[in-house]
């Protein structure tokens, strides 16, 4: 069956970076959009960054010049590398796999928790 499994998550304080992975298995990875969702508490699900099989980008506004999204697809992983962070970058970050670039797909990883201290 497909499992995404989120790690890199962690406690920092602002201006810190960290880099979170996403490991695919069950679907054939190279084939796949992946992408990146968060969402805080009390507040909706949203995009922060995906990459298409091609290797084509987007980026939410607040993840744009921060944030770097990339794929390994002889490890069938993808990373977020986030830098400058701050404290409104807290959530929990699940990644998705789709078939496209822009589409939400069926399949979550269990999500990794980012906490930014002030």
């Known amino acids: 069956q497909v499992q995404l499994v989120e790690s890199g998550g962690g406690l920092v304080q602002a201006g810190a970076s960290l880099r979170l992975s996403c490991a695919a298995s069950g679907i054939t990875f190279s084939l796949n959009a992946i992408s990146w969702y968060r969402q805080a508490p009390g507040t909706q699900l949203e995009l922060v960054a995906g990459?298409?099989?091609?290797?084509?980008?987007n980026y939410a506004d607040s993840a744009k010049g921060r944030f770097t999204i990339s794929r390994d697809n002889s490890k069938n992983t993808v990373y977020l590398q986030m830098n400058d962070l701050r404290p409104e970058d807290t959530a929990v970050y699940y990644c998705n796999s789709a078939w496209r670039l822009g589409v939400r797909g069926a399949n979550w990883g269990q999500g990794t928790q980012v906490t930014v201290s002030s």
């Open positions: 990459i298409s099989a091609g290797g084509a980008t």
